[in-house]
């Protein structure tokens, strides 16, 4: 009797044209960068960063301290900016259809969040580019957990107004809101901002958060009052985020 014929595994065609399996495949990717310390990037980012064909950036002098920090040189180096950002994503998407992989940085923590990013990823949704975000540093989930208000409900306000109206509005919001709020400030601001919170409510429950995983990195907690007293005595430098919550 014959030996029986061996069939082929299933869902494996008995012959394949591999040079025709092959597609290009390009894609955009959103890689968040360290906020402060430099060493806060993961494994996968840079893996990213040293592949990728080219590497979109907030601001390429300021981003090319940071590849240079970890090695990385050679790479081509776009500007993407709020400015620009628009009328830049039909190329950076019609290059990643092409089959280039387009790596897209800012200035620090995580593209889109009160930084370009937003505009590019609603180009790649609607234009059906493959797209993928990676996880990485913010400054606003870094100052919420520091803060040791409740994390449980947050609202992030982004940058307040430069207008005091506005700011009054958005402050007496959070604060009705029952929720923690956060918002970046300006040092050149904090003081005013404080002074219209202490005048919203002087209990009310105020973090300030500076220079996030830098070497001077400092929170400073307590009332709208007491922090508002701190920072009239001590006219704060660098970035910025405040949060507040309702007195309990």
Not at 2 to 30: C, F, Q, T, W, Y
Not at 193 to 201: M, P, S, V
Request: charged letters at 20%; aromatic letters at 4%.
């Amino acid at each position: 009797m014959a030996a029986p014929r061996k069939s082929a595994p299933p869902n494996v065609p008995h012959s394949i044209d591999m040079e025709a399996s092959v597609e290009i495949s390009g894609r955009i990717i959103l890689v968040p960068t360290p906020i402060g310390n430099l060493a806060d990037i993961t494994l996968r980012a840079l893996e990213i960063l040293r592949s990728a064909d080219r590497i979109a950036c907030e601001d390429t002098r300021h981003s090319g301290q940071l590849l240079a920090h970890h090695g990385i040189s050679g790479k081509p180096l776009v500007s993407l900016h709020e400015h620009n950002e628009a009328r830049r994503a039909p190329d950076l998407i019609a290059a990643a259809k092409a089959g280039e992989t387009i790596a897209v940085i800012s200035d620090a923590g995580m593209p889109g969040i009160s930084d370009p990013g937003y505009r590019l990823v609603q180009a790649c949704i609607e234009s059906n580019t493959p797209l993928e975000i990676l996880p990485g540093p913010s400054a606003v989930i870094t100052a919420l957990i520091g803060s040791g208000f409740p994390c449980h409900a947050f609202h992030f306000g982004g940058f307040l107004s430069v207008k005091s109206g506005k700011r009054r509005t958005a402050l007496t919001a959070a604060l009705a809101s029952g929720e923690t709020g956060i918002f970046f400030e300006s040092p050149h601001r904090i003081v005013s901002t404080l002074e219209i919170l202490a005048d919203i409510d002087p209990s009310a429950r105020t973090c300030v958060a500076r220079e996030l995983t830098k070497k001077f990195e400092t929170y400073h907690r307590g009332t709208a009052a007491e922090v508002l007293a701190h920072f009239q005595a001590h006219p704060p430098k660098g970035e910025i985020v405040i949060l507040v919550h309702a007195a309990d």
